[in-house]
């Protein structure tokens, strides 16, 4: 957390040293921020890495107005899946989405999203989709409860590639319905299960995030589907495929 906000520090130390002396880097300025408003969430955007490969790859192929876009559409598309209006949504009202110069994928603190400028220069293939799933991703964990904390990485995770799923972005590596070993494997293993469980019940998903408003329990499968974890895990997996 320590080391985070002392990157952004020096971030924003970057950029004032570039406001100060010509027009011209204010132009570069401006072309490295925006802003769009919906209806309830300000949204900015800020490529600190215009100039490493990556985030002039960014620039050229995916671009700030069109990441604002995908997190406006997905905020809508997450609170729509969640069931939520606004009287029980995370009281959040700006969401600031950054491309560094960092490694890994992607990361959300809080309400800012930081995508790595290395990832985007390395990614082979349609990078601009790829991006807009790993938005989706990102955005969802902006907006869902984590039980106050409790709830484990593989919930969580599991819900963020569940949103990226059911919007038809799935990346290119996900794994099919019924692959894993067991609920906690994360991320797109678990999304299918969540899929499964939603099919045993729709609105099975916004339900468990409801429920993780307070805290979290293993428990919540049973009483949202009548069964234990375990017991829906081997359900899901002797389950017949098309
Ligand atoms: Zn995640």
């Not at 991703?137 to 907006?143: N, P």
Request: proline share 3%; hydrophobic share 35%; with cysteine.
């Amino acid at each position: 957390m320590n080391e985070k906000q002392t990157r952004r520090e020096e971030v924003k130390k970057r950029k004032k040293m570039e406001i100060i002396p010509l027009l011209v880097s204010m132009l570069l300025l401006m072309s490295s921020e925006a802003i769009l408003t919906q209806a309830q969430v300000r949204l900015t955007g800020t490529n600190t890495a215009s100039a490493t490969q990556g985030g002039m790859r960014f620039d050229r192929e995916i671009g700030l107005q069109y990441s604002l876009k995908v997190v406006s559409d997905a905020t809508n598309f997450i609170w729509q899946t969640f069931r939520q209006g606004a009287a029980d949504r995370k009281p959040v009202n700006s969401v600031g989405l950054f491309i560094d110069d960092i490694g890994g994928v992607a990361y959300t603190s809080g309400n800012q999203i930081h995508v790595s400028a290395p990832y985007i220069a390395g990614y082979s293939g349609d990078v601009r989709r790829e991006i807009t799933g790993i938005l989706y991703h990102e955005t969802t964990h902006v907006w869902q409860w984590d039980g106050k904390g409790q709830a484990p990485g593989w919930v969580i995770e599991g819900v963020a590639d569940y949103i990226r799923l059911k919007a038809g972005l799935a990346p290119a590596h996900c794994r099919k319905p019924g692959e894993g070993n067991s609920w906690t494997d994360s991320y797109d293993i678990t999304a299918r299960f969540f899929d499964y469980c939603n099919g045993l019940k729709d609105g099975f998903v916004a339900e468990l995030n409801g429920k993780m408003k307070d805290g979290y329990n293993d428990q919540f499968f049973a009483d949202i589907l009548g069964k234990p974890l375990n017991q829906l895990w081997s359900d899901y997996k002797a389950a017949p495929r098309s």
